[in-house]
């Protein structure tokens, strides 16, 4: 019998998504694929060679993106300036940590140590606190501004998909709003779970998928040169229940009642921008005036926040 072989013609689109940063997508030009009179499982190779490419490039993308730490702090502005629930996130999060003392904590994906900065005067001295990061300029800036705080804070440049300690280490593993940036989820919670002690916790924090709906329904509705897809997680409030029941017996989730109530464009607009490297001047421009113009004529935005954390015990 003639041996079949199937004519394929595979088509990348030339700008494809290659991952979120902050939730929005981040788009990246990506040549294109064709191939012709390739038997099956040769498509099949291929495919995973791109997906191989794919979380090189996720992971390249967002470590581009966290080597400013500028950007977080833009972004950390607009939360600060505008969010309607004054009684605080960093607060509200630490009103958690119900750790006894001696207790020994790794964070992961610490970006600016504000968990710390904000509760200062809360932390128990017999705790033993060990900040990363797979950022080193990020770190590098934590580290000169908890320098601050006397306290003995050890630092390291961490991947929490590879991350360097022992077995059943610690007591409480934290890994607040970074989990949804991690290209491989599975292998960052096994990962978070394998240095946690038995009996012990991980709290991770991240968005629900309304996150910043009307500011998406915005963009959604302009012709803006910006990603769209503030509320597309891989690691949300909705979703994150079944990464964590797999390696954690108690599993309970905490809502944050919050929104934002913008009143000014410039700093929604910092915003969008600290995610949307590389526009040139005229886009630049577009996007300023359409936010400028849309305060004009509004005065004010309503934002859902939509966030909370994750207790899950091992
Ligand atoms: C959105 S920021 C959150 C920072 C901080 N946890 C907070 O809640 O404000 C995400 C942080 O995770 C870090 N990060 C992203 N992917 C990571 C990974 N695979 N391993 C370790 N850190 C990562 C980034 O460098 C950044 O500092």
């Known amino acids: 019998m003639p041996k079949i072989t199937l004519l394929f013609f595979v088509n990348y689109f030339y700008i494809r998504e290659t991952g979120t940063v902050e939730g929005a997508e981040v788009y990246e030009p990506f040549s294109s694929y064709s191939c012709l009179g390739f038997e099956y499982k040769n498509i099949i190779k291929i495919k995973s060679i791109l997906n191989a490419v794919d979380t090189n490039i996720n992971q390249k993308l967002i470590k581009k993106q966290y080597q400013n ?95 360097p300690y022992s077995d059943e280490e610690f007591d409480a593993v934290i890994a607040n709003h970074m989990l949804y940036l991690v290209p491989d989820i599975e292998k960052a919670i096994a990962e978070a779970a394998r240095v946690t002690k038995p009996g012990g916790i991980i709290i991770a924090s991240t968005n629900g998928s309304s996150y910043m709906k009307e500011l998406e329904d915005l963009l959604e509705k302009s012709n803006l040169p910006v990603h769209r897809g503030y509320n597309k997680y891989t690691f949300s409030l909705d979703n994150g229940k079944a990464f964590l029941v797999k390696y954690f017996s108690k599993v309970e989730v905490f809502r944050y009642e919050d929104a934002l109530l913008v009143t000014e464009a410039e700093p929604l607009v910092a915003h969008i921008l600290s995610t949307n490297e590389g526009l040139n001047e005229k886009q630049i421009k577009e996007v300023n005036s359409y936010f400028k113009q849309y305060f004009v004529e509004h005065q004010k935005l309503l934002i859902t ?6 207790i899950a015990q091992k």
Request: net charge positive.
């Open 69 to 163: 730490p500028s950007h977080l702090n833009t972004r950390r502005n607009l939360q600060e300036r505008f969010s309607t629930n004054r009684y605080g996130w960093w607060r509200w999060i630490f009103d958690h940590f119900n750790f006894p003392p001696n207790c020994k904590i790794l964070e992961l994906g610490s970006g600016l140590g504000l968990l710390w900065l904000e509760n200062e005067k809360r932390i128990p001295k017999s705790w033993d606190i060990t900040l990363t990061d797979f950022s080193t300029p990020m770190l590098d800036k934590t580290k000169q501004d908890l320098s601050k705080i006397k306290h003995n804070f050890k630092f390291k440049i961490v991947d929490i998909q590879d991350i």
């Open 305 to 310: 926040k939509d966030i909370g954390l994750f």
